[in-house]
């Protein structure tokens, strides 16, 4: 048996549709279909039969009535077989029958799952489903009893959310690209309810995707004086932030929401990283971290990361790694290096910002066709305005899209750059600083270089030499005649890396000539140098030689981190052992011979 309450009221066993005798009869039996096979007492059926006033009849004439629906419904049930259907209580009456069998609840339950396959981002499949489920409806529900106050309730509830269903194809056909149909579905919504809202979204969108701007906007004066006629409202945010975007032709705030997992699964990054390179021993975390940003916009919801730290620590080498699993498992990968800004005609080349702009916004527009995108921008810190520009425009209105992005950005890297991660971190980008590598971490990186188990004095030592930074450790490890010298002695100055002798010296050349002095004698002393022997190696004021070391903290020669007690700037030291070695491979070998009998007879 079959109840059909989305029009007029149809009873159907197999093909056969049954008599339902007058209107009372049918009223009566809408009443016990709404309860949901709860029992309904006969006063209250009486009640609402006859809306609050029933006759002295009213009791008797339900009786019948139930007989006469008994025999409908179960023909040819003898009277000594109790009524499986229509049965009787105590206390009234109750039909009994499992929900699927009214079709409105399969109305219902269609409209769920179209919605969870529109999530999913099964468009087609979900365009399907919900047609499947408009097409139940064959006129106005509950028709039969809608003199009776007992339908106002459920009818009105099952109106609206036939409404709903028929916005949500709407906004399915929209992203099929079926734009006429869905322009001639939205103006059938808004000539129905002129009042709602949520259907003039949909219209003003179908209109701005047909080529028709100037018909959205003449649309949303009609509805802004429509509510303020009757209402005496003004538009609701949504239907206000429409009007803004066709405005500023804001593709990707007027597509439909995408919805989540709308990349296949072979997109989906691994739990865990795999095949990472053996140089990356120690950022195991960070990779996991990055590789949840991608799973995450693998359902559709854009990631953003900032990865920061100081030059060498290997914000690129964890770029480069995250791309290259993104690019194993199916996704676009797309690469910007920003150049510093402040040379002339070196911003990001044209090429470059017009490869990210037009990815972009193909990735707004039809994100099931583009795919899942990851654009990785190194060295955010010298973009340029534009670059800067769009990324924050992106972060601002690409939300819902599988979109990953990675920028990595030195340390102390200005005002401006810092306005921009603000700008990020307040929309949700997750920073992830990169520290030096731990004495453990150094281990493995040597042992994965040189093929063999390294003993732990090995590794301490080249941890000190490197200060756990992945640059100068490689250079260390890819100078082997240096290696061998800084394990076993100390007096090999001429063995510096040459990459690492240029960064020394492009520091140095930043100090002025006094704080030049307090570095070298920094140098002299030793990788902790105690700033009071500096000094009077100097012969300057203990305050001056502090507010010197200071420049050499800024440019990265010397580091400071809190001692306890902390006394005299005794906190100052070298982050690593090769580049104080460089800096004493810059001095003369007679001005280094004199520094250090100076410093013999001022420790004497």
Known sequence: MEFRLLGPLEVRRDSEVLGLGPPMRRALLLRLLLE??????????????????????????????????????????????????????????????????????RFERSVRQAQTLADAGRVGEALQEIERALAMWRGTPLVDARDHHFVEGESGRLQDLKLSAEELRTALLLQESRIIEAITSAERLVERDPLREASWVVLMRALYFAGRPAEALRRYEEVRALLARDLGLEPGPKLRETHMAVLRHDTVSLRPPRHRGQVAARSVPPERPVGARPDLPGREWELGRLCELLRQAATGRAGWAVVSGEPGVGKTRIAEEVARQASGTGWQVLRIWCAEESYPGARVPDPQLRRLDGQLRKLAENPCVTGPTLCVVEDVHLASDDVRGLLVTCARTLREAPLAVVCTV??????????????????????????????????????????????????????????????????????????????????????????????????????????????????????????????????????????????????????????????????????????????????SPARRRTLHADADAVTA
């Open 36 to 105: 949901n096979g709860h029992t309904v007492g006969v006063e209250r059926l009486c009640d609402d039969l006859w809306n609050g006033r029933p006759p002295p009849s009213a009791v008797s004439s339900v009786h019948a009535h139930i007989s006469r629906l008994r025999a409908t419904l179960e023909p040819g049930r003898g009277r000594q077989k109790p009524p499986r259907v229509l049965r009787s209580t105590p206390t009234g009456y109750a039909l009994s029958f499992p929900p699927e069998l009214l079709d409105s609840v």
């Open 410 to 587: 030195a340390d102390e890297s200005g005002p401006a750059t810092e306005r921009f991660l603000a700008e990020l971190a307040g929309r949700g980008a997750d920073v992830i600083p990169l520290a030096p590598l731990t004495e453990d971490a150094v281990r493995r990186v040597v042992s994965a270089a040189t093929d063999g188990p390294v003993p732990e004095d090995t590794a301490r030592r080249l941890h000190a030499l490197s200060g756990g930074n992945p640059f100068l450790l490689h250079q260390v490890l890819t100078h082997s005649r240096y290696l061998g010298a800084a394990l076993h002695s100390d007096s090999s100055w001429s063995r510096v890396p040459p990459a690492v002798r240029s960064v020394v010296r492009a520091r140095l050349a930043e100090l002025s000539p006094a704080a030049r002095q307090v570095v070298d004698r920094a140098a002299v002393i030793g990788d902790r140098p105690d700033m009071r022997l500096v000094a009077r190696l100097a012969r300057m004021p203990l305050e001056e030689v502090l507010r010197l070391a200071d420049q050499a903290v800024a440019v990265r020669l010397l580091a400071w981190s809190e001692v306890s007690p902390p006394y005299d700037g005794q906190g100052y030291h070298f982050p690593a052992g090769v580049l104080r070695r460089a800096v004493l491979g810059e001095l």
